[in-house]
């Protein structure tokens, strides 16, 4: 059975008088998923998310939330909620009477105890039980968080839209509140739509990702997907890393694509789809899939090694040579580290599987 839309994007467009940060949106967020806008600055992601939250109207199109259109409709009035980037805490209140600010402003106001037992069910929920009486000042980044996200729960809303939320935390604590965060959204089973520059926090959290690119949809599908099927170069080098080699196909065989790199060396590669002879791609190869091998290994890319760097789980090899060019090959710790001299300086050869690379258009 097909899940039921809880927000549509028609055709949206924002402009700010000739500027355009977001261009024809079309999209569809599922009822109870987790949806990420993922991208650089200046992509139109947040432009998105605001229009969601009713902080900006869209120029041209339409914006629906559960099946009815809210173009001019003021955020209060719309069944969403918001956890901004510095989280907008009310430093002169404690944190009971922070999560229950916008049941406070609700008329008729709900009685006194309703709204107590509705903070402290939303504060064991963010696993924050026995804080309500807390100063905001004393409580540490991760904690205020956890607050914005009791406020914004409190209110039962249809969508929990999140700017940035875990952009102020330390690497560690963030990786924490991504784990809690997707726990919680589980729990709640409440549509959450995210806006970040991370593509890891995206990948970690999302059921889908929307990938922003100067105001308009690049690609949306899967982390899976995105990862190992981009449809364009921007997606490939924005979602982890890849290696890109300029070629052009040869023909077709089956479902793969044959193609000529730089002196004239073959490929074998994946496509999205069929491509003419004579078409100039790039091939996409991701830096794990490179394997490093003594010189001489059968089918190996002869190539030296110009930079070692260790990451504790694994080591990034930077190759180099005048038939390929750059590539960075990621090895995982120990594996393969007898066998053959790793050390920069070294003559290597570089080995894929046929199929490996994946054929993109140049874009």
Avoid at 44 to 61: I, P, S, V, Y
Wanted: aromatic share 6%.
């Amino acid at each position: 059975m097909d899940v039921q839309p809880i927000a549509e994007l028609r055709a949206v467009t924002k402009r700010y008088g000739l500027v355009t940060a977001a261009r024809g949106l079309n999209l569809t967020i599922r009822q109870g998923e987790f949806l990420s806008f993922l991208g650089p600055s200046g992509c139109g992601k947040t432009t998105a998310l605001r229009m969601l939250a009713g902080f900006e109207q869209a120029t041209e199109g339409e914006v629906l939330i559960d099946g009815r259109v809210v173009n001019g409709v003021p955020p209060h009035l719309r069944p969403v909620n918001m956890v901004f980037q510095q989280y907008a805490l009310f430093p002169h209140m404690n944190v009971a009477r922070n999560v229950g600010y916008g049941l406070d402003q609700r008329r008729p106001r709900p009685p006194a105890a309703e709204i107590a037992q509705e903070v402290g069910r939303a504060l064991q929920m963010v696993r924050l039980a026995g804080f309500g009486d807390r100063r905001i000042w004393e409580m540490s980044g991760g904690q205020q968080q956890r607050v914005a996200l009791a406020r914004a729960i409190v209110n039962r809303p249809k969508i929990l839209l999140l700017d940035e939320p875990m952009a102020a935390l330390d690497k560690k604590l963030r990786h924490d509140m991504q784990i809690e965060l997707k726990s919680l959204q589980r729990e709640l089973g409440i549509t959450f739509v995210l806006v970040t520059h991370d593509q890891e926090e995206a990948l970690s959290m999302s059921d889908r990702v929307c990938i922003m690119n100067q105001g308009q949809i690049a690609q949306i599908g899967t982390p899976e997907d995105l990862y190992d099927r981009p449809q364009s170069r921007y997606v490939a080098d924005f979602v982890g890393r890849s290696n890109f080699i300029p070629s052009r196909v040869v023909g077709m065989a089956g479902d793969r694509v044959r193609a000529r790199g730089p002196q004239g060396l073959a490929f074998t590669a994946r496509t999205p789809g069929p491509l003419a002879a004579g078409t100039e791609i790039v091939l996409s190869l991701r830096p794990e899939d490179v394997r490093i091998a003594p010189l001489g290994a059968p089918d190996g890319h002869p190539m030296r090694i110009t930079h070692r760097i260790f990451l504790g789980e694994h080591t990034e090899y930077h190759l180099s040579s005048v038939a390929i060019g750059h590539l960075v090959a990621v090895v995982p710790r120990g594996a393969d580290a007898a066998a053959h001299d790793l050390e920069v300086g070294a003559e290597v050869a570089a080995l894929w599987r046929d199929g490996g690379p994946l054929a993109l258009t140049k874009d």
